[in-house]
């Protein structure tokens, strides 16, 4: 995996990156972040986007913090850094002049000269897919980028994509970033799955703990009343979410683990999965995911997880 995916040299857990400059400003990032290093954490994922949904924000905070922070503390060489453009999917947003500038402003502000991962962060079907193509590859041709990635593609759009760069003799999307949890897994498992495994396509899925529903500590709707993530608390409930936390807490039973470790130690036994991202805002709440990366699941229960809800979910 490693020697395939520089990117992701063998790291089981990505930092989610989206909180720095939302729900966490500059000097408590700078605290988890140190936090995270001190743990063995080596890869964190942005976007130039993040938090543009901040009033007063214009997107490119989150970026601006981890570069800042990695310069504070001379760790770049020791970090794997991931970041993407085309946020909510604007038309013509991955034509290849747009990418190169945007990869110079993530550059900027993350205090770098490259980056190990660059996302599209939405298919932009405006833009012709050839076009995409030679534009990504070139980033990996000038130095800027080590390895290219999709986010919230489809296996159709994919498999072109891969096909297509095939025949041109170009660099591929050889990581994907879905949505994919225990409680929202109809978008990645079935023939995009088939398609990851079969072209050696690199999983990291976001919403591991499905907005935190899948801590535990949500265990009805007024557990989550005025949350930022309200919207999507709902959703995961909706999808099932209580009957799949009775199953977590049989098998955290078993295990002594926490239910997030579980989570994430469920999505670490799946095919092509290399690495969950995930955040936390508190220093206990970081020490408690990190050490989802040293459980295995049994065989046994990897199903009884599963058969908690249907794949359609």
Not at 152 to 175: C, I, P
Not at 176 to 201: H, K, M, T, W
Not at 268 to 276: C, D, F, L
């Given at each position: 995996?490693?020697?395939?995916?520089?990117?992701?040299?063998?790291?089981?857990?990505c930092?989610?990156?989206?909180?720095?400059?939302?729900?966490?400003?500059?000097?408590?990032?700078?605290?988890i972040?140190?936090a995270?290093?001190?743990?063995?954490?080596?890869?964190?994922?942005s976007a130039?986007?993040?938090?543009?949904?901040?009033?007063?924000n214009?997107?490119?905070?989150s970026?601006?913090?981890?570069?800042?922070?990695?310069?504070?503390?001379?760790?770049r060489?020791?970090m794997?850094?991931?970041?993407?453009?085309?946020?909510?999917?604007?038309?013509?947003?991955?034509?290849?002049?747009?990418?190169?500038?945007?990869?110079?402003?993530?550059?900027?502000?993350?205090?770098?000269?490259?980056?190990?991962?660059?996302y599209?962060?939405?298919?932009?079907?405006t833009?012709?897919?050839?076009?995409?193509?030679?534009?990504?590859?070139?980033?990996?041709?000038?130095g800027?980028a080590?390895?290219?990635?999709?986010?919230?593609y489809?296996?159709?759009?994919?498999g072109?994509?891969?096909?297509?760069?095939?025949?041109?003799?170009m660099?591929?999307?050889?990581?994907?970033?879905?949505?994919?949890?225990?409680?929202?897994?109809?978008?990645y498992?079935?023939p995009?799955?088939?398609?990851?495994?079969d072209r050696?396509?690199?999983?990291?899925?976001y919403?591991?703990?499905?907005?935190?529903?899948?801590?535990?500590?949500?265990?009805k709707?007024?557990?989550?009343?005025?949350?930022?993530r309200?919207?999507?608390?709902?959703?995961?409930a909706?999808?099932?979410?209580?009957?799949?936390?009775?199953?977590?807490?049989?098998?955290?039973?078993?295990?002594?683990?926490?239910?997030a470790?579980?989570?994430?130690?469920?999505?670490?036994?799946?095919p092509?999965?290399?690495?969950?991202i995930?955040?936390?805002?508190?220093?206990?709440q970081l020490?408690?995911?990190?050490?989802?990366?040293n459980?295995?699941?049994?065989?046994?229960?990897?199903?009884r997880?599963?058969?908690?809800?249907p794949v359609?979910?």
């Amino acid at each position: 995996m490693a020697e395939a995916h520089p990117s992701i040299g063998g790291i089981r857990l990505c930092f989610g990156g989206n909180v720095f400059g939302w729900t966490l400003d500059r000097d408590q990032s700078f605290e988890i972040l140190d936090a995270f290093y001190e743990a063995g954490g080596r890869m964190i994922d942005s976007a130039e986007g993040y938090s543009s949904w901040i009033p007063g924000n214009k997107g490119g905070e989150s970026e601006t913090i981890i570069g800042e922070w990695m310069e504070s503390r001379g760790v770049r060489k020791d970090m794997l850094i991931a970041t993407k453009t085309g946020m909510g999917g604007p038309p013509y947003a991955l034509k290849p002049e747009k990418v190169a500038a945007a990869i110079e402003g993530s550059l900027e502000r993350l205090r770098t000269d490259y980056v190990d991962l660059y996302y599209a962060h939405r298919d932009d079907k405006t833009t012709p897919l050839d076009e995409v193509i030679s534009g990504y590859d070139d980033l990996v041709k000038n130095g800027k980028a080590r390895e290219l990635g999709a986010s919230n593609y489809t296996v159709e759009r994919l498999g072109a994509v891969t096909k297509l760069a095939d025949r041109m003799g170009m660099t591929s999307f050889t990581v994907l970033q879905p949505e994919f949890n225990l409680v929202s897994r109809a978008e990645y498992q079935g023939p995009l799955q088939d398609l990851c495994v079969d072209r050696d396509i690199a999983v990291l899925p976001y919403y591991g703990l499905a907005a935190g529903f899948l801590s535990g500590k949500f265990r009805k709707p007024e557990d989550w009343a005025g949350s930022s993530r309200a919207h999507a608390l709902d959703k995961f409930a909706g999808y099932g979410g209580f009957e799949v936390l009775a199953v977590m807490d049989a098998v955290a039973a078993e295990t002594g683990a926490s239910l997030a470790q579980i989570a994430l130690a469920w999505l670490n036994a799946q095919p092509a999965i290399a690495a969950p991202i995930v955040s936390a805002t508190k220093k206990e709440q970081l020490v408690d995911l990190l050490g989802a990366a040293n459980l295995e699941l049994s065989a046994e229960q990897v199903a009884r997880l599963d058969a908690a809800l249907p794949v359609s979910a």
